[in-house]
Structures are given as C-alpha cells and as structure tokens.
C-alpha cells in the first residue's frame, strides 16, 4: 500500500521561502514511473493543481506559479518536492500531494491521481 506524507508547510511573509517535501512509502523502484502532482486548496473553494511531473520529465504547472514554483523529485529518496519562492498572501492553503501509480498514466492535473497525502499547510502573510 504506498501512502504518502508531506512536510515543510508552515508560515511565511509574502516574498519568502518553503520547500515542500512528499515521501513516498514503501521504498520501491518504481518510484520513478510514478505520475505525481502538488495540489491545494482552501477552505470552501475548489482544490487546484499546482505542479504535476510524469516519470522523468514532463512538467506542469498552473499559470499562477509559474517562475516561482519549481516541482522535482529524488528517485532515490523516494521523494518529491516542490521548491516556492515570492511567496503570495493567495498562496496560502493547505498543500497535498498526489501519485498516479499506473504505469500508463498521462500526467497533468487530470492525471487520475489515486493516493494522496494528509497535506500541509502554508500560510502566507503580507
């Protein structure tokens, strides 16, 4: 059964910093082959990709985030992460990360994503 767990939330002033990691158990090698993708949402709204990576590359991102946010992952840990720099006051929200296990998935935010984390939360203040 992999389960996922993310850390690194917490808060922030806006123009600031996390790195958000997601572990990814048991440790397997077929990690790698994994679709994976960074999620948030808050409370009453809907929930919205953030980042989303297939196997070895294809990398998506939502507009917002785009040359602040960056998406990558260790194989070797097992781990996925997401890198937020200038940090925004509406970047705040709980952070959940997703994997999409088939070995055929497309990626994106559509990807089908069947397990997901706990989330951590990221807040932002001006």
């Known amino acids: 059964q992999v389960q996922l767990m993310e850390s690194g939330g917490g808060s922030v002033q806006a123009g600031g910093s996390l790195r958000l990691s997601c572990a990814v158990s048991?440790?397997?090698?077929?990690?790698?082959?994994?679709?994976m993708s960074w999620f948030r949402q808050v409370p009453g709204k809907e929930r919205q990709g953030v980042a989303a990576?297939?196997?070895?590359?294809?990398?998506t991102y939502r507009d917002s985030v785009k040359g602040r946010f960056t998406i990558s992952k260790d194989n070797a840990k097992n781990t996925l992460y997401l890198q937020m720099n200038s940090l925004k006051p509406e970047d705040t929200a709980m952070y959940y990360c997703?994997?999409?296990?088939?070995?055929?998935?497309?990626?994106?935010?559509?990807?089908?994503?069947?397990?997901w984390g706990q989330g951590t939360q990221v807040t932002v203040s001006s």
């Open positions: 997703a994997a999409n296990t088939d070995t055929f998935c497309s990626g994106g935010f559509s990807s089908g994503y069947e397990i």
């Open positions: 048991p440790y397997t090698g077929t990690f790698r082959n994994y679709c």
């Open positions: 990576i297939v196997r070895e590359g294809g990398i």
